[in-house]
Every structure is written in C-alpha cells, then in structure tokens.
C-alpha cells in the first residue's frame, strides 16, 4: 500500500518526444535561423570582404566588431517587455517587436550591399544597424522562448533554436564565403537579405505567448518596474558580494570563445594560407555540423549529470581549445590539422551552449525574465567582445601566438569562482532545483 502512494505521488517524468514535436520547438528553429544569419554578416564574414577591400587589419577587426552591440542589449531590453510597438500591435508583444527588428536586418543588409566599403563612413553606420537589429531579435526570441513553454520543455526549445542558430551561421558563414569566390560581395548581401524571408513567414505564422502584464498605474511605476526593479532585484536577492563574484565570473568565463567570434580569424585563416571555398566548407560547414553535435551533448550531459558539474569541464575544454589554433601557425594550408582544430574548436563551443543558457536561467527572476537575461548575456560575451575590438592591435604588436595564449588565461580564475560560487548560489535556490543543477 505505501508503495503504490509513494509512486502514484511521484510526478510523471516529462515527455522528451512531446517536447521536441511541439510546434513552438520548430518555431525556435526558424527564430534561431534569424538570428544566426545576421551575426557573422557585421563580424566574421564582413572581415573577409573588408579584406577583399584591402581594409588594414586593425580596421578590420574594429568594424568586424560591430557584434559588440548585442553586448549592450540589455539597455534597451525593458522597452521590449514593456513598451506595444503601435504599427505591429495586432501580431502581440513578442512577434511584434521580432518583425520590426527583421525588418530592420533585411534593410541594413540592403544597405550594405548598396553602399559597400567604397563609402566607409555610412558602410559602417549599416553595419551597426543590421547588429542593433540582430540584438532587438536575440531579446524578443529569448524572451518568446521562456513565455511560449513551461520549463521542464525549455531545454527541447534550445536545443531546436541552436540548430536554426547554426544553421543561420553556415549560411552566412560558408555559403557566403562560397558565393564570394564567384560572385561580388554586394550580390551575396543581398542574398542574405532574400533569405531573411524565410524566418519572416515563420514569424507571421507563430503563436504568441500568452502571458497577462498588469499595466502600472503611472510613469514613474513604468520606469521603476521596467528600469530600476530588474537591476536591483538581483543584488537584492543574492546580496551585495555574491552578486558582485557572480558577475565577475560570468564576465570571465566566456571569454576564450568570445575573443575569436570577431574579426581576428578571418585574416589569420588566410594568412595561414588558406583559401575562401577551404575555409567556408572546413569552418563554415563542416564545423556548424560538428558545433550541432556538441550542443546535443552537452544537452544530454545537463539531463544527466546537471548544470554546474557540466559548465565546469565545459569551462576549461573550450577555453583551452583555443591553443589548438597555434598548430595551424606550424602546418600552413594544412586542410588535415584545420579539420582536426575546428572538430575540437565547433564541438566544445557547441558542448558550452547548454549549461550556459540553463546557468543564467537559473539566475534570472521570472517577473524580469526579458531584461535580467538580456543583461546576463550581454555580460557573459562583453570581455571577448572588447578583446576581440582590440585582437588586430594586439598581433600587429606581437603576433597571432601570443594572442592566442592571452584568450586562455582566463580559464583558471573562472573555473576557481565556478567552484566557490556553487554551494553559495544553490543555498537561494529551492532544494529541488538545486539537486537538479548539480546532478543530484
């Protein structure tokens, strides 16, 4: 008798089938399609053309880091959850700002393709509008992906949204590369553009969530509610010094990956002597498909043995990856030890993803979901972005060996807070929740 109440009381495991085949799952594909496409357009592929454009290697690798607006999307990320756009109101909050923001990436990358970096100066200021408008789409998909699902589906949702991702990234990253050696830059900008339509119509289509905002009762309430309470809520929480150690380490431990996503490879790939087609199916392709792979492993392994222990060996693989690449400056053209480099490089990037989104997931207060995880984010990629800003200065001055190391050394310090850091957070976390991050 004690054994069947105990059973019938335990509660049902989710369905792993019903996750992935519900349809707001293959939403997230064609949303991480979107948001993909855009991101390698003002970073590493535009470092190509500016190459192209005999653009010196310390310019390229400042505009190249256009990407470094989608660090700061965190400041306008309150407008998005509370803010009706009045032309895109009848598609709701979410789907509403999500079709300004692609609209907004079909005309910069219009723009670019029309005015190229023969005029610089506005080139420039089309590039920072694609990556506003690829920002503005990360915030309202981040923010539709927690509204549309319970949580126990939301892994299935990030997992569907990183493969659309990378697929995003394969197109603009080796199809365009591809293009390149036989069509004209602007053309394959263009290109990129048309294929904008598909996330559109897939937009058009979704569902919005249904989720119930009381309006507050004056500006001042607006503001406090949407400005001030996200930010000051998480110091409240977790006080003043775990908050602060938190932050350090979020800003630390992705830093590795971060500062080689900018504009630094592209020249270092052709230096080493490869061509744009070897590059395009090596990294682009092959590389997006072996990222896949890693990113249902490390799905797989947080099922499993939980967040914390997952994010740790994640840490320390993929920042020491990076010192792979310094076997390409010994093997120049070698097609064998680049398939070796980007198989390891793609699979422990992609084997991060997971316990990254679950670890700030589990930070963020559900009444500030959009804001405090656009903050989060935007933290986690702000110190390679700057690194990567400055990576052209830096091997002009020394070399590409030298850069390589210095994006590594910040694997200690992050794997040391991780540890110090994971019974102090899982102490504000309910017991179960907390068994579930550490595996148990």
Same mark, same amino acid.
């Given at each position: 008798?004690?054994?069947?109440?105990?059973? %019938?009381?335990?509660?049902?495991?989710?369905?792993?089938?019903?996750?992935?085949?519900?349809?707001?799952?293959?939403?997230?594909?064609?949303?991480?399609?979107?948001?993909?496409?855009? @991101?390698?357009?003002?970073?590493?592929? /535009?470092?190509?053309? *500016?190459?192209?454009?005999?653009?010196?290697?310390? !310019?390229?690798?400042?505009?190249?880091?256009?990407?470094?607006?989608? =660090?700061?999307?965190?400041?306008?990320?309150?407008?998005? !959850?509370?803010?009706?756009?009045?032309?895109?109101?009848?598609?709701?909050?979410?789907?509403?700002?999500? /079709?300004?923001?692609?609209?907004?990436?079909?005309?910069?990358?219009?723009?670019?393709?029309?005015?190229?970096?023969?005029? +610089?100066?506005?080139?420039?200021?089309?590039?920072?509008?694609?990556?506003?408008?690829? %920002?503005?789409?990360?915030? %309202?998909?981040?923010?539709?992906r927690i509204e549309i699902a319970p949580m126990d589906q939301q892994g299935a949702l990030v997992a569907t949204y990183a493969l659309g991702y990378r697929i995003g990234l394969m197109v603009a990253g080796a199809f365009a590369l591809i293009m390149a050696d036989h069509l004209p830059w602007p053309l394959v900008y263009v290109v990129m553009a048309v294929l904008m339509a598909i996330p559109v119509v897939a937009n058009l289509l979704a569902r919005e969530p249904q989720v119930l905002r009381e309006s507050p009762p004056g500006w001042r309430d607006a503001m406090r509610n949407g400005v001030v309470a996200p930010f000051t809520d998480f110091f409240a929480r977790y006080g003043v010094w775990l908050a602060l150690l938190t932050l350090l380490f979020i800003l630390l431990f992705k830093l590795p990956e971060q500062a080689t996503i900018?504009?630094?490879?592209?020249?270092?790939?052709? !230096?080493?002597?490869?061509?744009?087609?070897?590059?395009?199916?090596?990294?682009?392709?092959?590389?997006?498909?072996?990222?896949?792979?890693?990113?249902?492993?490390?799905?797989?392994?947080?099922?499993?043995?939980?967040?914390?222990?997952?994010?740790?060996?994640?840490?320390?693989?993929?920042?020491?990856?990076?010192?792979?690449?310094?076997?390409?400056?010994?093997?120049?053209?070698? /097609?064998?030890?680049?398939?070796? =480099?980007?198989?390891?490089?793609?699979?422990? *990037?992609?084997?991060?993803?997971?316990?990254?989104?679950? @670890?700030?997931?589990?930070?963020?207060?559900?009444?500030?979901?959009?804001?405090?995880?656009? +903050? +989060?984010?935007?933290?986690?990629?702000?110190?390679?972005?700057?690194?990567?800003?400055?990576?052209?200065?830096?091997?002009?001055?020394?070399?590409?060996?030298?850069?390589?190391?210095?994006?590594?050394?910040?694997?200690?310090?992050?794997? /040391?807070?991780?540890?110090? *850091?994971?019974?102090?957070?899982?102490?504000?976390?309910?017991? !179960?929740?907390?068994?579930?991050?550490?595996? %148990?």
């Amino acid at each position: 008798m004690t054994g069947s109440t105990g059973t %019938a009381g335990k509660r049902a495991k989710p369905s792993v089938w019903k996750a992935f085949t519900q349809p707001a799952a293959w939403t997230m594909c064609f949303f991480g399609f979107s948001s993909g496409l855009p @991101f390698l357009l003002v970073a590493g592929t /535009l470092a190509y053309w *500016l190459k192209s454009e005999h653009i010196v290697l310390r !310019d390229i690798t400042m505009i190249a880091s256009a990407g470094m607006t989608y =660090v700061f999307k965190f400041l306008w990320a309150p407008l998005l !959850d509370h803010w009706r756009l009045p032309l895109f109101s009848r598609m709701g909050r979410r789907r509403g700002w999500l /079709l300004l923001a692609q609209a907004g990436v079909v005309a910069g990358l219009l723009a670019m393709a029309l005015l190229t970096p023969a005029r +610089l100066d506005a080139f420039v200021v089309a590039t920072l509008a694609v990556a506003f408008f690829g %920002a503005t789409q990360d915030i %309202a998909v981040d923010a539709y992906r927690i509204e549309i699902a319970p949580m126990d589906q939301q892994g299935a949702l990030v997992a569907t949204y990183a493969l659309g991702y990378r697929i995003g990234l394969m197109v603009a990253g080796a199809f365009a590369l591809i293009m390149a050696d036989h069509l004209p830059w602007p053309l394959v900008y263009v290109v990129m553009a048309v294929l904008m339509a598909i996330p559109v119509v897939a937009n058009l289509l979704a569902r919005e969530p249904q989720v119930l905002r009381e309006s507050p009762p004056g500006w001042r309430d607006a503001m406090r509610n949407g400005v001030v309470a996200p930010f000051t809520d998480f110091f409240a929480r977790y006080g003043v010094w775990l908050a602060l150690l938190t932050l350090l380490f979020i800003l630390l431990f992705k830093l590795p990956e971060q500062a080689t996503i900018g504009g630094i490879m592209s020249p270092f790939y052709r !230096d080493m002597g490869f061509s744009l087609t070897a590059i395009g199916t090596i990294t682009k392709i092959y590389g997006v498909w072996i990222g896949i792979a890693g990113v249902f492993v490390g799905g797989a392994a947080v099922a499993r043995f939980g967040i914390n222990p997952t994010l740790f060996v994640a840490i320390i693989a993929c920042g020491c990856s990076n010192l792979l690449y310094l076997l390409l400056m010994g093997h120049h053209g070698s /097609l064998t030890m680049l398939t070796v =480099v980007i198989s390891v490089e793609n699979f422990t *990037l992609g084997f991060l993803g997971p316990p990254t989104v679950a @670890f700030l997931s589990s930070l963020v207060n559900r009444q500030h979901t959009a804001t405090q995880y656009s +903050l +989060l984010s935007s933290m986690v990629n702000l110190p390679g972005k700057v690194m990567g800003f400055f990576a052209g200065g830096i091997v002009m001055a020394t070399s590409y060996g030298f850069y390589f190391v210095l994006t590594v050394l910040a694997v200690l310090p992050a794997a /040391l807070l991780l540890l110090w *850091l994971v019974p102090r957070l899982q102490a504000h976390l309910p017991a !179960d929740e907390a068994a579930q991050a550490n595996g %148990a």
